[in-house]
């Protein structure tokens, strides 16, 4: 009994350990083996093999991301929609959630910016060519009888009024509506939650990064980022030209929500984010910086204005508190990562990235103009 006594507090079958299912217990020890051969050495080895103690896996519980202060507050904001039912799993290592992320953000802001470099060499030569088509439509218009009321000649009346910057960005309005109207299938909520919202607590992390910058849920949220984002898009598109604003944006979009995963992994607030603020902080940082003494005014008090280099300043400013003392209504970890690398961009980005464009342009000039070459034996 004595044995028995010891084999069970030196190996404590209790709650921590477990054996097999199937094999002999502790206590039924003493009537298989006999003592005096299990002194020594050997004992801790055959009590092993025999019993099969081994240490019982620890279950990792899923985190709802509705727990906690964070989850509350996130259910509380009309910005952020109801995911109380989903379930995140936040990786017990997580610095290694960024590896993909940063990866993926480089790769895909390397891309953007490589492919706007080819449609402006596409859209230069489709112009002169364009010319010449236009001149021969215009003779062709002035001969053939013209149509009253023609609701396809209203609608583009109305697109050539609207200027370049109007025009480019009437496209991620529309994308944004689509992804708003999706939000409104009852049946696609989980698809919704899944990739067009971002969190580095979620399985799925790379292509949340870009579609979540088409994301909302509230109307009110998708009414006035669209409304900041029209204002400023001549402004923008004058600066950058149209290619080269599709590609800061969209990269845009990608880093802001980079360094809103940085923020959430450094501080353990995870929770879902979505909307096109990022990016949009981008644009107007990027006027602001490049237009500083520009007259900016509130749409629901014009008649306040003030300098655009006063509201950069202000706005960096919130987000920077807002991202310190932990604010959740809004994320102000995207906001402000949109916002610097706007003001990047303007001072260095432009320089060092698409003043040097021209050896990929060459190269795809080359392939274009001679096309592949055939294969054939060496001479």
């Known amino acids: 009994m004595a044995w028995r006594g010891w084999v069970h507090r030196g190996w404590g079958c209790g709650q921590a350990w477990a054996p097999p299912v199937g094999s002999r217990g502790c206590e039924e020890l003493p009537a298989v083996l006999s003592p005096p051969r299990l002194l020594g050495r050997r004992f801790n080895f055959f009590i092993q093999q025999k019993c099969g103690f081994r240490k019982a896996p620890r279950k990792v519980e ?31 290592y997580p610095i290694r959630t960024l590896v993909k992320p940063l990866f993926f953000t480089v790769g895909f802001t390397g891309c953007a910016f490589g492919s706007a470099a080819i449609w402006q060499y596409e859209s230069l030569k489709s112009r002169v060519q364009s010319y010449f088509d236009g001149i021969k439509a215009d003779w062709l218009d002035s ?30 309005i529309a994308a944004n509506v689509f992804v708003f109207c999706l939000w409104r ?31 909302h849920f509230s109307l009110f949220h998708m009414a006035a980022n669209m409304y900041v984002l029209w204002s400023f898009s001549s402004s923008i598109v004058n600066i950058l030209g149209q290619e080269q604003f599709m590609a800061v944006y969209l990269s845009a979009g990608v880093i802001s929500t980079f360094v809103s995963y940085v923020c959430k992994v450094a501080t353990g607030r995870y929770g879902p984010s979505l909307g096109a603020s990022g990016a ?18 509130i749409i629901f008090l014009p008649m306040f204005t003030f300098t655009a280099g006063n509201a950069l300043k202000a706005i960096i400013a919130m987000d920077t508190a807002g991202m310190i003392l932990g604010w959740k209504f809004f994320d102000h970890a995207a906001h402000l990562g ?42």
């Open 338 to 379: 949109g916002a610097l690398f706007g003001i990047w961009y303007i001072t260095y980005g432009h320089e060092l990235i698409w003043k040097n464009r021209e050896p990929l342009v060459k190269i795809w000039h080359e392939m274009r103009t001679n096309g592949p070459k055939k294969g054939g034996g060496s001479k």
């Open 185 to 215: 299938v009852p049946s696609l909520q989980r698809t919704m939650v899944r990739y067009f919202t971002s969190n580095p607590a979620s399985k799925v992390l790379c292509s949340p990064m870009l579609l979540s910058t088409f994301s």
């Open 143 to 172: 001969i053939r009888p013209q149509k009253e009321g023609d609701f396809r000649k209203e609608i583009n009346k109305w697109w050539n009024n609207l200027s370049d910057g109007q025009r480019t960005v009437t496209g991620i």
């Open 62 to 92: 899923p985190r709802r991301s509705d727990t906690g202060t964070s989850g509350e507050a996130y259910k509380r904001s009309a910005l952020i929609p109801p995911v109380e039912e989903t379930v995140f799993y936040p990786s017990p």
């Open 280 to 297: 949009i902080m981008t644009v107007l940082a990027a006027v602001c910086t490049k237009i500083p003494d520009g007259r900016l005014a």
